[in-house]
């Protein structure tokens, strides 16, 4: 059972403009979510989080969305760089656990 | 600070060996994660250590244990291994364990298993 959701395994986007990368999940106690960016070769590296008392946090050119009765969440990139180009997983957590559940990733290409 | 890391970087074993894979948290970090990575499933959840106690675990077979020692360093050990095994196996350090802000996971670079 995918808890959480990652349903376009890939997204092409052109340099300068928005991306935006969508999550869905199924647990309503998940209230901590985050998104990760990883690069070949190398682990994720933490991105932005938003807990669920929160509608958007936003951190340089990324802003997290979340829409609690949709059990949606969206990362938007802009503008959108080459160097983005990578995996993009998110996670969810429960606070009163200690364990996160991770999509299956979507790839971001950034075209120049 | 260092990075958390993890040894060794690549392994290749046959099937029905057993392995042993390290990794060291960011010091301070007391809290130590364990996932599987393999193609079209994401990072999947093996179980995560605190001052030497398993909090939790995903949904994997008894072949999969680990342990975390009083420095935090944390070895996970599979047995009789599968083709199935073959993965990339990440390990996450957080100072806590505990999801929040400040909080999060920090993660090393893998350890790639291929089994043959």
């Known amino acids: 059972d995918q808890q959480v959701k990652q349903n376009s395994p890939s997204l092409s986007v052109q340099e300068g403009r928005i991306s935006i990368l969508n999550c869905d999940y199924t647990?309503?106690?998940?209230?901590?979510f985050l998104w990760y960016k990883k690069y070949p070769a190398e682990g994720p590296t933490f991105l932005i989080s938003?807990?669920?008392?929160?509608d958007k946090n936003e951190d340089g050119r990324f802003t997290v969305f979340l829409n609690k009765s949709a059990k949606h969440l969206s990362l938007h990139i802009v503008p959108s760089q080459p160097g983005d180009s990578a995996v993009y997983f998110c996670?969810?957590?429960?606070?009163?656990?200690?364990?996160?559940?991770f999509g299956t990733g979507t790839r971001l290409k950034v075209l120049a | 600070k260092a990075g958390v890391t993890q040894t060794p970087r690549y392994l290749i074993k046959t099937r029905g060996q057993q392995v042993t894979l390290s990794c060291s948290p960011i010091?301070?970090?007391?809290?130590v994660s364990w996932y599987q990575q393999t193609p079209g499933q994401g990072l999947q959840f093996l179980f995560e250590?605190?001052?030497?106690?398993?909090?939790n675990k995903g949904n994997f077979p008894g072949r999969f244990s680990g342990r975390q020692f009083s420095n935090s360093r944390s070895e996970m050990n599979v047995s009789t291994l599968e083709l199935g095994d073959s993965a990339l196996y990440l390990c996450?350090?957080?100072?806590?364990?505990?999801?929040?802000?400040?909080?999060?996971?920090?993660f090393g670079p893998g350890t790639r298993l291929t089994v043959l």
């Open positions: 996450a350090s957080s100072l806590t364990g505990k999801p929040g802000f400040d909080n999060e996971q920090f």
């Open positions: 647990n309503s106690m998940f209230d901590y």
């Open positions: 938003i807990s669920s008392i929160k």
């Open positions: 996670a969810a957590s429960a606070l009163v656990t200690y364990k996160y559940i």
């Open positions: 010091s301070g970090h007391r809290s």
């Open positions: 250590y605190f001052s030497e106690t398993q909090r």
